[in-house]
């Protein structure tokens, strides 16, 4: 057991991502950036992974952002079938030719109800707090006054009224989760609303605070054979007078002790985005490329980002809540090809 948990902090130590809200086409392998009530709710007692996005190399420096997250799930005797699930995420990205950095760490907690006798239908109630640090190299930007008839000249004082290069501050988050677990397939609804004390957000010093941003997510998972299954879902964002709407599908086909993913997903009015991956001995690997269709597409020549993910379980069950009936093949015994949902 301590092998397989220095595993995981090697994956959520190596990595810590964004400067502005965090943006992954892969929504549902950043569970614990999509919803606190995520945390420790899947089917497997241990869950770690990493996620990588490079996005807009093809119109200039790109947007490089990177994270990292670990969870478990704590059942106690007195919680009966109920169970909470603990987590932690880093995250950083680097924004642009200014370097503008964008640093959280992020404590999450969950706690999962069940609405029904055998755990079939359950609430996910959590919350998460980040510290989160920004910073610049104002060396790297250039400024009105900079401008000398002929060109830019960093040399030249640029009269900004910066407070300074670095600020930090914490970060609350809250959501809720309803999932229901039939005989051949998940159904799960839920909400999260991020940065809920509307922390100061300013390189100026100014009381410019952070708007809350509410998530609404859904969709269901259905076992349509042994040997196959789909996933569709869907992720409604707002936050100020920015919204973005990324729904689609994904698709597993079973061979042996692998699996073949493949999927066709669409952010509203901007990308067409296709995933491929391989899932091994509970090692998930997805691969996604946006195919931007936005009017930026004549400069981004239909190049968006590219994203990995990767995630890794430990000791799957049948089913995500403890008790009552799981997914069972013939024979009440669950079949080897069917799904242990990784990135749930």
């Given at each position: 057991?301590?092998?397989?948990?220095?595993?995981?902090?090697?994956?959520?130590?190596?990595?810590?991502?964004?400067?502005?809200?965090?943006?992954?086409?892969?929504?549902?392998?950043?569970?614990?950036?999509?919803n606190p009530a995520l945390t420790g709710h899947h089917p497997c007692k241990l869950r770690c992974g990493l996620n990588y996005r490079n996005q807009w190399g093809s119109i200039g420096t790109p947007f490089i952002t990177q994270s990292g997250f670990i969870d478990t799930k704590l059942k106690a005797g007195f919680l009966g079938n109920d169970w909470f699930g603990i987590g932690g995420l880093a995250f950083n990205d680097r924004a642009g030719d200014g370097y503008l950095f964008k640093t959280k760490y992020m404590a999450s907690a969950?706690?999962?109800?069940?609405?029904?006798?055998?755990?079939?239908?359950?609430?996910?109630?959590?919350?998460?707090?980040?510290?989160?640090?920004?910073?610049?190299?104002?060396?790297?930007?250039?400024?009105?006054?900079?401008?000398?008839?002929?060109?830019?000249?960093?040399?030249?004082?640029?009269?900004?009224?910066?407070?300074?290069?670095?600020?930090?501050?914490?970060?609350?988050?809250?959501?809720?989760?309803?999932?229901?677990?039939?005989?051949?397939?998940?159904?799960?609804?839920?909400?999260?609303?991020?940065?809920?004390?509307?922390?100061?957000?300013?390189?100026?010093?100014?009381?410019?605070?952070?708007?809350?941003?509410?998530?609404?997510?859904?969709?269901?998972?259905?076992?349509?054979?042994?040997?196959?299954?789909?996933?569709?879902?869907?992720?409604?964002?707002?936050?100020?007078?920015?919204?973005?709407?990324?729904?689609?599908?994904?698709?597993?086909?079973?061979?042996?002790?692998?699996?073949?993913?493949?999927?066709?997903?669409?952010?509203?009015?901007?990308?067409?985005?296709?995933?491929?991956?391989?899932?091994?001995?509970?090692?998930?690997?997805?691969?996604?490329?946006?195919?931007?269709?936005?009017?930026?597409?004549?400069?981004?020549?239909?190049?968006?980002?590219?994203?990995?993910?990767?995630?890794?379980?430990?000791?799957?069950?049948?089913?995500?809540?403890?008790?009552?009936?799981?997914?069972?093949?013939?024979?009440?015994?669950?079949?080897?090809?069917?799904?242990?949902?990784?990135?749930?």
């Amino acid at each position: 057991m301590n092998k397989i948990f220095n595993i995981c902090l090697v994956i959520f130590f190596t990595v810590s991502v964004q400067a502005q809200d965090i943006h992954f086409s892969q929504f549902s392998s950043a569970p614990l950036l999509l919803n606190p009530a995520l945390t420790g709710h899947h089917p497997c007692k241990l869950r770690c992974g990493l996620n990588y996005r490079n996005q807009w190399g093809s119109i200039g420096t790109p947007f490089i952002t990177q994270s990292g997250f670990i969870d478990t799930k704590l059942k106690a005797g007195f919680l009966g079938n109920d169970w909470f699930g603990i987590g932690g995420l880093a995250f950083n990205d680097r924004a642009g030719d200014g370097y503008l950095f964008k640093t959280k760490y992020m404590a999450s907690a969950s706690y999962n109800k069940g609405l029904s006798s055998d755990n079939s239908f359950f609430v996910s109630l959590g919350a998460s707090l980040g510290y989160v640090n920004r910073s610049v190299r104002f060396g790297n930007f250039y400024f009105d006054n900079q401008w000398n008839g002929f060109e830019f000249d960093q040399n030249m004082a640029s009269y900004e009224n910066f407070a300074g290069n670095s600020y930090s501050y914490l970060d609350l988050n809250g959501g809720i989760l309803l999932t229901y677990e039939g005989t051949r397939g998940t159904v799960f609804l839920g909400s999260s609303l991020n940065h809920i004390n509307r922390p100061v957000d300013s390189f100026y010093g100014t009381d410019n605070r952070l708007g809350m941003k509410l998530i609404v997510h859904g969709g269901t998972e259905i076992q349509l054979s042994d040997r196959l299954g789909i996933r569709p879902e869907g992720m409604f964002t707002t936050q100020e007078l920015a919204k973005e709407i990324v729904f689609g599908l994904n698709v597993y086909m079973a061979f042996n002790d692998a699996k073949l993913y493949f999927g066709l997903w669409h952010r509203l009015a901007g990308d067409f985005i296709p995933v491929a991956g391989l899932e091994y001995k509970k090692f998930l690997f997805l691969f996604s490329k946006d195919l931007n269709v936005s009017p930026l597409y004549p400069a981004s020549h239909i190049k968006g980002g590219i994203e990995l993910s990767l995630v890794k379980t430990f000791f799957c069950s049948d089913r995500i809540a403890p008790g009552g009936k799981g997914k069972k093949g013939r024979g009440g015994r669950r079949n080897k090809n069917e799904l242990c949902p990784a990135y749930r």
